[in-house]
Nanobody, 118 residues
Framework: QVQLVESGGGLVQAGGSLRLSCVAS????????MGWFRQAPGKQRELVAT?????SRNYGDSVKGRFTISTAKNTVNLQMNSLKPEDTAVYYC??????????????WGQGTQVSVSS
């Protein structure tokens, strides 16, 4: 089993900053990529940012220039600056993991709420 534990959500005023963190643990051989997705009420889950094991980063268009993703061993962080009310959503950590059973699987955290007031 692999677990993803998220932290750092909360309520902030527009223009403020938050930092999300996610730690992966369990039966991990390697992690191909980690990242963040978000889902607002009534909307589909969308890409926020991902980072691959080789270091390449991919950002959703709506967060480019405001959010920065970083990674350390089995950890992914998301620094969110210049937050807007439309960034309000549940943020989910994702990891693409090669497990000790040598299976490639996608794992998700349980989500952390980010709320931005105007």
């Amino acid at each position: 089993q692999v677990q993803l534990v998220e932290s750092g959500g909360g309520l902030v005023q527009a223009g403020g900053s938050l930092r999300l963190s996610c730690v992966a643990s369990g039966n991990i051989v390697s992690i191909n990529s980690m990242g963040w997705f978000r889902q607002a009420p009534g909307k589909q889950r969308e890409l926020v940012a991902t980072v691959a094991s080789g270091g390449s980063r991919n950002y959703g268009d709506s967060v480019k220039g405001r959010f920065t993703i970083s990674t350390a061993k089995n950890t992914v962080n998301l620094q969110m600056n210049s937050l807007k009310p439309e960034d309000t959503a549940v943020y989910y950590c994702n990891a693409q993991v090669l497990t000790t059973a040598f299976m490639q699987r996608d794992y998700w955290g349980q989500g952390t709420q980010v709320s931005v007031s105007s």
